[in-house]
């Protein structure tokens, strides 16, 4: 192996980026619970599974991890239907256990966000229970949307929505109401005109909080209030109203009172908790949310829609850097979660078809998907290479990084899913349209071989295709080649760097290289091209590459190299 690379040297520290807070540069890991690690051996992830991993976090080098949904749940939607807010899913652990994971991760100096659910319950907790049972216009319906039909015997829902995972956003009860849920069946949208379901959040916000946890996802943040006239309008109308702060249902203003609200419950502990935003919002109406007077921090999702492209990346980078400077917040950068198809896969696979506002026509990978993973449009190994580079080139931004389980193993989403082992409602609400999102919630490989390549004693929840075990962290972990290797290398150059949060570009006389600095000279160069790139390095040395065998003075195609003064 001919690494161009030297021993990370030290690198002088920015006194601001040491002052600033946590969470403000930090790397978050995100840990899909269910499909991290199953140690009761029933084929589900649980958090004695994450405690369990506590040394491989640690190693890894992340500076926190955020939980999905870990509590009481019928798993309608992989948790985000949530039964209880203050319990842990007897199927997962107890609170105990979850007091041993957060005690375990803290004494390494992993912080810990947990993920929080407003814009619904499950139909399973029990103020939705006692709804049901309580009169058309009683206070127990009033905590969420109800209303009565249309049509001669109201037998028509109320208006003609459709959920996000298709279908009807209304379900009729027995008395003949119907409730409003914007995504599946079993998640009752709230209402958060009812001071009482305010109230309970906060009450939900400080027992997580009261238990050390440090932050907070919160999950479509800018959905929870709503301004529901007597008379709806259509879906077509709804989706030509201004987004603008007014609209009835998505993106109002009147949301961050709830999350001003937060912000003084957030800010009277020490270190104040921190909240981060999933806000599908117009880019404008982000600072919004990422404001110190609201939650804080917001997500940026330009990476997940944007191909392995120099000026999608570079227009991206540069619009959310000033977003963040606008709120005064920093940037965050996302590469994978938990509801797209992961980063090695949408980069193997062609580039997404765009409509004519620049986004994918439909979700990118998708058509391969549908093929159950035999369409050969994918290039596993052109996907992975590329994915390592973005991950390289984000790593060196500005901002936080969120990644998520298992992209440090290089891994593909899995298309080889059965129809009868599918478990995500938007393929149930979609028939044949859309797979959704099981793929990229398969659990991680920990061995090469086994029943579950190790992640628990016996079968995993989802199946392990046999192509798994080459990914297995058994395999990368002494190969210094290996993606692992590369993730951790990456973090523990990142943590002694610590650099200011600016960016400078530097011009490279290439449309598709990409090179920028930060304030104390440390370098990022991404070749997103398919031809060489000849490194101009005077005065630095290359600390890192994407490319194991990139050789002296080049930045090969699809990579990335760091460079240090
Ligand atoms: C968010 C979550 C997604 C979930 C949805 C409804 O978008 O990331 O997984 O299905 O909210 O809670």
Redesign the pocket.
Known sequence: MSHAVSPAPEIRRTASAEAAPWWRQAVVYQVYPRSFADLDGNGLGDIAGITSRVDYLDELGIDAVWLSPFYPSALA??G?DVADYRDVDPKLGTLEDFDHMVAALHERGIRVVVDI?PNHTSDLHEWFQEALLAEPGSPARDRYIFREGTGPDGSLPPSDWVSAFGGSAWERVPDGQWYLHH?AVE?PDLNWANPEVRADFVRTLRFWSDRGVDGFRI??AHMLTKDLADVLPTQAELDAMPRDGQHPTIDRDDVHEVYAEWRAVFDSYDPPRTAVA?AWVDRSRVPLYASSESLGQAFNFDLLEADFDASQFREIVTANLELAQSSGSSSTWVLSN??VVRHATRYGLPDAERGADGRPARKHGQEWLLSGGTDPKLDRERGERRARAATLFVLGLPGSAYLYQGEELGLHEVAEIEDGQRQDPTFFRSPGADLGRDGCRVPLPWEASGPSFGFGAGEAHLPQPAWMGEYAVERQDDDPDSTLALYRRALAVRARVQADEGLEWIETGRPDVLRFARPNGWQVVTNFGDAPHALDAAGSSVVLSSDPGAAPGVVPPASTVWLAP
């Open positions: 939607d992989g985000y659910v995504f998640q999950d479509v999933e938990h509801d």
